[in-house]
């Protein structure tokens, strides 16, 4: 898909477009926090003698978040680099 | 269906898929952590159904934490 394409699209096309994108960033957003949970629950948690967490896990998982926030982003600028500038920015 | 029914679906679509997908990782998650491999019995026993239980609550206050730091708006589920 390129720019030229998109630019001779209908206004109800362009429409149709961007609430695709919505839809589709909004499935990857959920997606992401579902993903972060169970990691960072998988690499964080692993005694159960109680039922909520202590001080160590609840750090653990905060900087598992952190991290791969981080990294996720740094990911995604190498990534558009690498494919031209043409990926969906966040 | 009218736009607005039609927009209305489609969010509790995506709600829903959202929830669905989260219990069967919690349920993936709470499998591996509580449950040993040997599968001596197929009955589960008072250690595994508590920790089951305190599994369970813990995923759930992870939840909580990364829904705040990710931005809390944003994210359905309570």
Request: overall charge neutral; charged content about 30%.
């Amino acid at each position: 898909m390129d720019p030229s394409m998109l630019a001779s699209l209908s206004d109800e096309d362009k429409a149709a477009m961007d609430k695709m994108l919505e839809t589709v960033q909004m499935r990857d957003s959920l997606r992401l926090y579902n993903t972060l949970v169970e990691r960072c629950f998988n690499n964080c948690v692993d005694s159960f003698r109680r039922k909520t967490l202590d001080k160590t896990e609840e750090t653990c998982v905060k900087r598992c978040v952190e991290k791969f926030l981080k990294h996720t982003g740094r990911v995604s600028l190498r990534f558009q680099e690498i494919n031209g500038g043409l990926a969906t920015p966040d | 269906m009218p736009k607005g029914g039609e927009e209305a679906v489609n969010m509790a679509q995506q709600e829903m898929e959202f929830r669905v997908d989260m219990f069967s990782r919690l349920t993936a998650a709470c499998f591996e952590k509580c449950i040993g491999r040997s599968y001596k019995d197929s009955e589960l026993n008072v250690g595994e159904n508590s920790c089951i239980d305190r599994c369970v609550a813990k995923y759930w206050q992870v939840t909580g934490i990364v829904g705040q730091m990710l931005g809390g708006a944003q994210f359905p589920g309570k």
